[in-house]
């Protein structure tokens, strides 16, 4: 069974901070893995997706890599600002479409 | 131009009575899927529909009934209401394995 652990979390940082959240899996065997974020009271809105035959992917100021050998993924966001204040949600998918969700990192960027 | 919608957006109701929650997406994907959040804001995978088929079912109380009527649309009934099943539920569509994109949610709130 898959397990997806994300450490911190909650984070929180001043404005500017770069932002580095992790996410690790207990099964390598993936299909690919997904960022998303999530503010209070709202859904899901996709940010990055990494196929599992990828290292990374950037989008803007953000940037996610994967290690699968070691079950392993980092988001950056650089010059964090404080619209970037959510929770930030790692999911990995598994070749049966199922996705194993972390419990997610809330990071607060101060002002 | 809505992707992924649900209604209602708020649910309050009492125990023991039987509810609907719908979904539609208009992504023209063909895999459609129910999460629910809990109150820890853990996410987990419930049902899993693609082109109209169940495909995953998870540990789920015989309660809650999904329905795929067309590849567009999937809803969710429960019967019986129990207090325990207050919580964020989440409809979420891809095409084959691709990204997942999620609707707004629903919040159920039983009394």
């Known amino acids: 069974k898959q397990e997806v652990t994300q450490i911190p979390a909650a984070l929180s940082v001043p404005e500017g901070e770069n932002l580095v959240l992790n996410c690790s899996f207990t099964?390598?065997?993936?299909?690919?893995l997904q960022w998303f974020r999530q503010d209070p009271g709202k859904g899901l809105t996709s940010l990055l997706l990494?196929?599992?035959?990828?290292r990374e992917q950037t989008s803007g100021r953000l940037n996610a890599s994967l290690d699968k050998s070691s079950g392993r993924s980092t988001l950056y966001i650089a010059a964090s600002q404080p619209g970037d204040s959510a929770t930030y949600l790692c999911?990995?998918?598994?070749?049966?479409?199922?996705?194993?969700f972390g419990a997610g990192t809330t990071v607060t960027v101060r002002a | 131009d809505t992707a992924v919608s649900q209604t209602p957006k708020y649910l309050v109701t009492q125990m023991g009575n039987d509810k609907s929650i719908k979904c539609e997406q208009n992504?023209?994907?063909?895999?459609m899927y129910w999460y629910k959040q809990d109150s820890k804001k853990f996410l987990k995978i419930m049902f899993s529909?693609?082109?109209?088929?169940?495909?995953i079912n998870e540990t789920v109380p015989n309660r809650f009934s999904p329905k795929s009527p067309d590849k567009a649309h999937l809803n969710l009934h429960i019967n019986s209401l129990e207090l325990g099943d207050s919580a964020v539920y989440f409809c979420?569509?891809?095409?084959?394995?691709?990204?997942?994109?999620f609707g707004p949610g629903t919040r159920l709130t039983v009394t």
């Open positions: 979420a569509s891809s095409q084959d394995e691709r990204a997942l994109y």
């Open positions: 990494i196929q599992s035959s990828q």
């Open positions: 099964d390598s065997a993936i299909y690919n």
């Open positions: 999911a990995v998918r598994q070749s049966d479409y199922k996705l194993s």
């Open positions: 529909y693609n082109n109209k088929e169940l495909i």
């Open positions: 992504l023209g994907h063909d895999t």
